[in-house]
């Protein structure tokens, strides 16, 4: 008869919690995601093999997503954020298209090539965070000579896990610029100082382009003279110059400087981190695999995973940038640390 009675409740819509209570109420977060890590000069050859070999209509965006193991369907880096590496060879475009996903890339190698957001060329370097928040049209063009590779960024896992993403294609395949290139960064990279002429603050930064060239600065201006974190190093947080929170509010990035002989304490928090290696080289122990990266290698660390950097070099930095869905925990009140 109780048999019974489950299949009859189960043809109700209906399921008895207490069969179900030690799955719903963890004692702490169970990410199905595990640290990986993806090196560069084992992917780089093949995105330029399938550049050559694949047309634009055969693929128009040539990138290898970076497929965390415990998250191959639908395929994902972390439980909300996805990585994924590009390649545009010179005389290409890509099709203009929005979607409700925020998006960025940062800037790995190549030069001559740009995203139009909105109307606004914006020029890409190596080292350089170019936004594309949710639903602005994007597309790029590439003017210069050998190919461009770049980082891509998006929280489209997070979006379609909400069921709120949206996607729509430009009438046209690329946009024609209607404002000065680069006049956004030109306008409001300067700091402190922001165009009072154009109060719109919103929930996305207006830079097009955070260059590398100002990180540089940055991390200079500041020398030796600051402690910095004791987990994750002199760590600056590229910021919204309207309201001096995040790039986008679904999407945190941070630029990391670890100094010779640095090794941090052991930390984990709720959200989950990205990390692409600009710089030098080293080791990340994420729970219990020790994840030894270079120069431009990428590596995934879930949310509540223990981790710790190392910069075991004696003599030169380490500089990593990250990009995490803290904004978005956080809003949630469910932003949580342990530092050991």
């Known amino acids: 008869m109780t048999e019974e009675a ?5 043809r109700l819509g209906t399921a008895p919690l207490w069969r179900y209570f030690g799955n719903l109420f963890n004692a702490e977060p169970r990410s199905r995601a595990v ?10 050859p093949y995105l330029l093999h399938f550049a050559d070999v694949l047309s634009l209509e055969e693929a128009e965006r040539r990138v290898l997503m970076l497929v ?45 090539a740009y995203t139009t957001v909105n109307g ?46 949206f996607f729509e294609l430009f009438g046209e ?15 409001f990279i300067h700091g402190r100082l922001t165009p009072a002429w154009d109060p719109r603050p919103g929930p996305n930064s207006p830079i097009g382009n955070y260059p590398w060239t ?28 309207w309201n001096g929170g ?17 090794r941090g304490v052991v930390r984990r928090q709720t959200p989950s981190t990205i990390y692409h290696v600009v710089r030098g080289s080293g080791a990340s122990r994420v729970d219990d695999q020790l994840l030894e990266w270079s120069e431009k290698d990428v590596f995934a660390v879930p949310g509540w995973a223990r981790y710790q950097h190392v910069n ?29």
């Open 246 to 262: 995040p790039v986008m509010p679904t999407i945190g990035c941070r630029i990391a400087r670890l100094r010779p002989g640095f």
């Open 68 to 112: 965390n193991p415990g998250l191959p369907d639908p395929p994902a880096t972390t439980t909300t954020l996805y990585a994924g590496i590009q390649v545009i060879l010179p005389g290409e475009t890509a099709q203009a298209h929005r979607h409700s996903a925020g998006a960025f890339r940062f800037i790995i190698e190549g030069r001559g």
């Open 173 to 187: 395949r690329t946009q024609k610029a209607e404002v000065p290139d680069d006049i956004s960064s030109r306008q």
């Open 6 to 10: 489950y299949e009859a409740i189960a």
């Open 120 to 165: 606004e060329r914006v020029h890409m370097h190596p080292g350089d965070l170019l936004l594309t928040p949710g639903w602005h049209w994007h597309d790029h063009a590439h003017e210069g000579d050998g190919p461009m590779l770049w980082l891509d960024g998006l929280d489209f896992p997070l979006v379609n896990a909400l069921e709120a993403g």
């Open 312 to 340: 075991s070099s004696t003599s030169q930095d380490a500089v990593l940038f990250s990009y995490t869905d803290a904004p978005a925990i956080t809003a949630l009140g469910l932003y949580r640390e342990e530092v050991a």
């Open 35 to 44: 640290p990986y890590l993806w090196r560069y000069p084992e992917l780089r």
């Open 214 to 241: 100002e990180t540089a600065r940055a991390f200079d201006a500041i020398a030796e003279d600051a402690t910095g974190s004791d987990a994750d190093g002199v760590v600056l947080e590229y910021t919204n110059p």
